[in-house]
Structures are given as structure tokens and as C-alpha cells.
């Protein structure tokens, strides 16, 4: 059974034209991330959620916002897509208690930008 | 800040032996992963360290030393489903629940 789920997986949209991202889990963890993976590259971290508690990574353009509306749902919005925002958006989940704080991936959502 | 090393591409031979080495300069340590990640799919979690020495799970065993700032994943009896990238990532014990993530090692397995 998925545990964390992306919609959509696929995402064509064109250049300025807002983009939202969801993102669900089964798992109630409290700690929820949003990264940004582009070919052949680390995954980086763009913010994340500890509770409902918001962490922006201080590199993160302001073009990216997000949302977390309930445990279960967070959302990642792209106010004016450019070019360069063409990559694989991944999200991640993980709780704040227990050994190893492993992360949870979704599959991604894959955006490209025309 | 995080700066985490790991070489690019490994080729090796189905049944074979691979290992991956991770270096890594960082502000603070407080536990390394290894997650594998197969082309277009999600990362999924393959092994943490936080005390020196080895772990083992099954093919793959994953080794660190903090005092040198070294990790590797060991993969044995290669399968050609072991081709995928593996990412390396760090966790800081000021915010240790965010990972760093290497840009990983893409391994080719041939038969």
C-alpha cells in the first residue's frame, strides 16, 4: 500500500502559469519535506514542515511556496514557473521520534516547463 | 554547511562485488543513510549508520567512520536490478531531522 502519494505524477505547464503540487501519507508523521531534483543531481531541500510549524530553506526562491493544510496533506505551489523550474519534485515524510528518522519518498511529480 | 563526495558512475559485473565510497565535511554529525534510487522512481532508505563500524542487511552492508568522515555501501552477488543511483545523505545534529544528500553514484551492473 502507497504511504506516500504524489499527484500528479506527470505535470506539463507553461512558462508563469501557477503550479500546484499535492502530496499525501498514510503514515501521520509530523515532519513533512518538499525537495526539488533536477537530472543527474542531489535532491535539494526546498522547505519542510515540522508540524505545522513552516522551514524555509534560506536558498529557496520565493517562487515556491506551501501549504499544509492537515497531517496528511501538503502542497507545493509554483507561483511563475520558469524554465530553470523543470525537474522532479519529491516529497518526503518522516517522525521526529525513533531511532532513525528515516525519510518516506513519494514517487515524485516530474514538471516540465514549456 | 554540508559537503558530501561520492564518485559518479561504478560499472561492475552481475555477482560481483561493488563498494561506494562516501566522504563527507560537515558543521556537525549526527547519522548517515544510504538510499538507492532507480532511474524516474522515488529514493527508498537502504541502511543508516551513527556509530562507527559496519552494518549488515542481507546483500548490502554499510560501513562508517567518523573520525574520518568516510562512509561506504558494499554491495554483494550483483543483480542486474542492483543498477541504480545511490545517494548518500547526512544528517546534522542541529536540525536532525534534515538530510543532506550527495549527488549519488550511478552503478551499471553488466552481465
Known amino acids: 500500500d502507497a504511504m506516500v502519494i504524489q499527484n500528479p505524477r506527470y505535470q506539463v505547464t507553461q512558462f508563469g502559469k501557477p503550479v500546484t503540487l499535492s502530496c499525501s501519507q498514510t503514515?501521520?508523521?509530523?515532519?513533512m519535506y518538499w525537495y526539488q531534483q533536477k537530472s543527474s543531481q542531489a535532491p535539494k531541500l526546498l522547505f519542510h514542515?515540522?508540524?505545522?510549524?513552516?522551514?524555509n530553506e534560506a536558498d529557496t526562491p520565493d517562487n515556491f511556496q506551501s501549504r499544509r493544510p492537515n497531517t496528511s496533506f501538503c502542497f507545493l505551489d509554483i507561483r511563475s514557473p520558469g524554465l530553470g523550474d523543470a525537474a522532479m519534485y519529491l516529497c518526503?515524510?518522516?517522525?521526529?521520534?525513533?531511532?532513525?528518522?528515516?525519510?518516506?519518498f513519494g514517487p515524485g511529480t516530474r514538471l516540465t516547463v514549456t | 554547511g554540508q559537503n558530501i563526495d561520492q564518485p559518479t558512475e561504478m560499472t561492475a559485473t552481475e555477482g560481483a562485488i561493488v563498494q561506494i565510497n562516501c566522504t563527507y565535511q560537515?558543521?556537525?554529525?549526527?547519522?548517515l543513510f544510504w538510499y538507492q534510487q532507480h532511474a524516474g522512481e522515488a529514493p527508498t532508505f537502504l541502511s543508516y549508520?551513527?556509530?562507527?563500524g559496519l552494518e549488515e542487511k542481507g546483500r548490502f552492508s554499510s560501513f562508517l567512520s567518523r573520525s574520518k568522515g568516510y562512509s561506504y555501501l558494499l554491495l554483494k552477488e550483483l543483480q542486474m536490478k542492483d543498477s541504480a543511483s545511490y545517494l548518500c545523505?547526512?544528517?546534522?545534529?542541529?536540525?536532525?531531522?534534515?538530510?543532506?544528500f550527495g549527488a549519488g553514484t550511478t552503478v551499471t551492473v553488466r552481465a
Open positions: 518526503a515524510t518522516s517522525r521526529d521520534r525513533g531511532r532513525t528518522y528515516e525519510q518516506y
Open positions: 503514515l501521520n508523521h509530523n515532519v
Open positions: 514542515y515540522y508540524d505545522k510549524d513552516f522551514n
Open positions: 560537515t558543521s556537525g554529525f549526527n547519522g
Open positions: 549508520n551513527v556509530l562507527d
Open positions: 545523505a547526512v544528517r546534522d545534529n542541529k536540525n536532525d531531522y534534515k538530510l543532506s
